[in-house]
């Protein structure tokens, strides 16, 4: 406790910070871990690939809605992608599910109807703006650039065969391979919160709401600020909502669709692993197609 009282309040309010976003995103890291971990046991390259459309339209499509029945915040998102990857699901199909799935799922869409005041129109404005990221990348991974976005350290070369172990076994297996994903992942989620705090207690606020001129330079400024705070996309929208008044509906827009996709954490545990190529594309398509979707969206 003395130690703590000899702290500046900056340095109490930074760890304060960090430990909400700690608590805050734990727990679904482990929710992503533990299913990323039952994924490598149970699901196999085979069922997969009876399973996904062969169409590569309506496997963009599949991955794009398939937030709505298999729910995922964006802190747990990227090991389940990964191990989708590996398990050979194609890139324009997991892609599209990673930038969605933490935006549309039912939860998130609830929290933004009820952040707006009862409202459609946020909820319309946010889905639509998701879809149309997701499809757009999925689109580039399927017809335009090279769609093996993996690192080689994750490639299941050496993958084992589980389909022959007993059930017990299988389980076992499962929740170690979830351990492991989790203290891997755990790693970059602890930074990643680390400099979320330090930039929330040392970028001021005010800073950038006095800059924000224009709808063009108030969406660039908020899509910035959902990097820098990193929120879980489960309690982004009531945060947003309180810069409706301030900043305006399309900027507002642009901070729900880009913070689930693109924050601080995420980032760190995309380029873990996903190769530089890829994640640079990502953040660019997602960005750019952002700031176009919400300029149309103000001028509608």
């Known amino acids: 406790m003395v130690i703590f009282n000899n702290l ?21 890291v482990l929710l992503g871990s533990v299913f990323s971990g039952f994924i490598e046991i149970y699901i196999t390259p085979e069922k997969v690939q ?11 499509l599949f991955g794009t809605f398939a937030g709505f029945i298999f729910p995922s915040c964006e802190c747990g998102i990227v090991p389940i992608i990964t191990r989708f990857l ?13 930038a969605t799935a933490p935006i549309i799922n039912p939860i998130v869409l609830f929290a933004t109807y009820t952040a707006f005041g009862n409202s ?14 997701a499809v757009t990348l999925g689109i580039l991974l399927g017809f335009a650039v090279n769609p093996d976005i993996l690192k080689t350290s994750h490639k299941s070369i050496h993958r ?41 207690i040392y970028v001021p606020t005010r800073l950038l709401t006095t800059i924000s001129h224009n709808s063009f330079t108030a969406i660039l400024i908020m899509m910035l600020l959902a990097f820098i705070l990193s929120l879980c996309s489960e309690a982004d929208a009531f945060i947003g909502a309180s810069f409706l008044s301030t900043f305006g509906s399309a ?37 750019f197609v952002t700031i176009v979707y919400c300029l149309a969206a103000g001028v509608l």
């Open 8 to 28: 500046p309040d900056s340095v109490l309010q930074l760890l304060a910070v960090f430990l909400s976003i700690i608590i805050e995103a734990l727990p679904f």
């Open 50 to 60: 009876r399973f996904l459309p062969k169409n590569k339209i309506l496997a963009i």
């Open 86 to 98: 590996e398990k050979k699901v194609p890139s324009y199909t997991a892609i599209p599910f990673m």
């Open 120 to 133: 459609w129109y946020y909820v319309s404005l946010r889905l639509l703006g998701a879809f149309i990221i």
């Open 160 to 200: 084992h065969d589980y389909s022959q172990l007993p059930k017990g076994k299988k389980f076992f297996e499962a929740l170690v391979h979830a351990i492991d994903e989790f203290f891997d992942t755990g790693r970059y989620l602890v930074f990643g919160s680390l400099v979320a705090a330090t930039m929330q």
């Open 251 to 287: 900027p507002t827009i642009a901070f729900l669709l880009i913070g689930p996709m693109v924050d601080i954490k995420n980032l760190l545990m995309m380029t873990h692993h996903f190769k530089t190529r890829f994640v640079l594309l990502f953040v660019s398509v997602a960005s």
